[in-house]
């Protein structure tokens, strides 16, 4: 039984969701101890002041890799694959230097607007080699004291068609690698690559986080042949895509046929509004469609879903600070959330996403690590619609940021 005594550090008055009065929060050796109302206890306090706790946004996709380009390109992209080849053009030259120090600038921002946890996609191709990996896995090392960051290697140009990149892939799977992705719509046999991904994503036993669907044609797309080789090689629950903007296009009844077909396949979906916003419907001349898929609807059909930030400051979405709270009430702007969504939006940052990327540690909950940032906010129904700031975060029971509360300087 944990004694006043033995707490490190105790969090006062903390907000819980769900909890209707505030708690504190009692820490041992970086992990949660107790959770109880009134802690007894002799050791260093914070007091949150009633503010909501959260256990930090998670964040599923972004490119740290190919942030921050504005000002090296033009960037009257109006298509993916006009900034597919503006990027491509631009990363021969990218160092490990380069990458290093622009991811830095993204993750710093993400860090103080709250994220915890952190998948980035990195591409791998031999334009590239291994150079943004080698910068990300530094990354990953020297900001491990603030937030929790996964590396999910893929081909971005394709991978049947691109002589050399199935060998860079393999390498960075054996030196660090964590989950694998993939891209059919650039290759010219789409099959075939998703077939040797999830080959790959088995024989190195990793989770499998694919681009997919991304336009607004639902006459043909991938996720059929997704969805089969999930369930014909029993990966439901470890396979995610991004974008799949195509599901935005569906009428109702192919729109249910394919909710059903992903909670039957355990195959998560990540939305992205700020690029799929930017770079769907460019075409139209008038009432221009949103290309933006229902996260919140999905969810509450039993589809595992996330929204996410993809690229900050690029051609593929030339705006951005990483923060997924922003992302989050841009979601829920234009996706047309009621206000009997809006949990449902914050559950889009955190406890979704966590599951999407299998985060068995993630949450306040006692045994696990004591990560978590403080809103300013003392009621989590408002934090989606007032965008609160984030005052402090804390991981392992460290400190690793605080913002002070602006003042007002009244006549």
């Given at each position: 039984?944990?004694?006043?005594?033995?707490?490190?550090?105790?969090?006062?008055?903390?907000?819980?969701?769900?909890?209707g009065s505030t708690v504190?929060?009692?820490?041992?050796?970086?992990r949660i101890a107790a959770?109880?109302?009134?802690?007894?206890?002799?050791?260093?306090?914070?007091?949150?002041?009633?503010?909501?706790?959260?256990?930090?946004?998670?964040?599923?996709?972004?490119?740290?890799?190919?942030?921050?380009?504005?000002?090296r390109c033009g960037h009257?992209?109006?298509?993916?694959?006009?900034?597919?080849?503006?990027?491509?053009?631009?990363?021969?030259?990218?160092?490990?230097?380069?990458?290093?120090?622009?991811?830095?600038?993204?993750?710093?921002?993400?860090?103080?607007?709250?994220?915890?946890?952190?998948?980035?996609?990195?591409?791998?191709?031999?334009?590239?080699?291994?150079?943004?990996?080698?910068?990300?896995?530094?990354?990953?090392?020297?900001?491990?004291?603030?937030?929790?960051?996964?590396?999910?290697?893929?081909?971005?140009?394709?991978?049947?068609?691109?002589?050399?990149?199935?060998?860079?892939?393999?390498?960075?799977?054996?030196?660090?690698?964590?989950?694998?992705?993939?891209?059919?719509?650039?290759?010219?046999?789409?099959?075939?690559?998703?077939?040797?991904?999830?080959?790959?994503?088995?024989?190195?036993?990793?989770?499998?986080?694919?681009?997919?669907?991304?336009?607004?044609?639902?006459?043909?797309?991938?996720?059929?042949?997704?969805?089969?080789?999930?369930?014909?090689?029993?990966?439901?629950?470890?396979?995610?895509?991004?974008?799949?903007?195509?599901?935005?296009?569906?009428?109702?009844?192919?729109?249910?046929?394919?909710?059903?077909?992903?909670?039957?396949?355990?195959?998560?979906?990540?939305?992205?509004?700020?690029?799929?916003?930017?770079?769907?419907?460019?075409?139209?001349?008038?009432?221009?469609?949103?290309?933006?898929?229902?996260?919140?609807?999905?969810?509450?059909?039993?589809?595992?879903?996330?929204?996410?930030?993809?690229?900050?400051?690029?051609?593929?979405?030339?705006?951005?600070?990483?923060?997924?709270?922003?992302?989050?009430?841009?979601?829920?702007?234009?996706?047309?959330?009621?206000?009997?969504?809006?949990?449902?939006?914050?559950?889009?940052?955190?406890?979704?996403?966590?599951?999407?990327?299998?985060?068995?540690?993630?949450?306040?909950?006692?045994?696990?690590?004591?990560?978590?940032?403080?809103?300013?906010?003392?009621?989590?129904?408002?934090?989606?619609?007032?965008?609160?700031?984030?005052?402090?975060?804390?991981?392992?029971?460290?400190?690793?940021?605080?913002?002070?509360?602006?003042?007002?300087?009244?006549?």
């Open positions: 039984m944990t004694t006043p005594s033995s707490f490190d550090l105790i969090f006062r008055n903390a907000l819980l969701r769900g909890v504190d929060i009692g820490v041992i050796n970086s959770i109880a109302p009134q802690l007894a206890c002799e050791a260093a306090e914070i007091d949150f002041g009633g503010h909501l706790a959260l256990p930090g946004f998670v964040d599923t996709h972004i490119h740290l890799d190919k942030a921050c380009l504005l000002g009257d992209h109006g298509s993916v694959s006009q900034a597919i080849r503006a990027v491509a053009a631009m990363k021969k030259d990218f160092t490990i230097e380069d990458v290093y120090a622009r991811g830095a600038r993204v993750l710093e921002r993400a860090i103080v607007n709250g994220t915890t946890r952190m998948r980035t996609h990195v591409e791998i191709d031999p334009r590239i080699g291994l150079r943004g990996f080698e910068a990300v896995k530094a990354l990953k090392r020297d900001y491990a004291w603030a937030i929790g960051l996964e590396l999910c290697v893929f081909p971005q140009e394709g991978l049947t068609n691109d002589p050399g990149a199935e060998e860079l892939l393999i390498q960075a799977l054996r030196d660090g690698g964590e989950v694998i992705g993939g891209c059919p719509y650039m290759d010219a046999d789409p099959n075939a690559h998703l077939a040797r991904i999830f080959d790959l994503a088995q024989e190195f036993d990793v989770d499998v986080d694919l681009h997919l669907d991304f336009d607004l044609d639902p006459s043909w797309w991938h996720l059929d042949e997704v969805c089969r080789q999930t369930e014909q090689r029993n990966y439901g629950g470890r396979v995610a895509i991004g974008h799949a903007t195509k599901l935005s296009a569906l009428p109702p009844d192919r729109m249910k046929a394919a909710t059903a077909q992903l909670a039957r396949s355990g195959v998560a979906v990540t939305v992205l509004p700020a690029t799929d916003l930017y770079l769907m419907g460019r075409e139209a001349t008038h009432n221009a469609p949103r290309g933006l898929t229902l996260a919140h609807k999905l969810a509450g059909d039993g589809v595992v879903c996330s929204v996410a930030t993809n690229n900050v400051l690029n051609p593929f979405t030339p705006f951005g600070d990483a923060s997924l709270l922003r992302m989050a009430n841009f979601y829920a702007n234009v996706a047309h959330a009621s206000v009997s969504d809006f949990d449902t939006c914050l559950d889009l940052v955190t406890e979704l996403p966590a599951r999407l990327m299998n985060l068995p540690d993630y949450g306040i909950k006692v045994g696990n690590p004591a990560d978590l940032i403080v809103l300013d906010t003392k009621d989590s129904r408002f934090a989606i619609a007032e965008l609160p700031d984030v005052l402090m975060g804390f991981k392992g029971g460290r400190q690793t940021f605080a913002r002070a509360r602006p003042t007002l300087f009244k006549r």
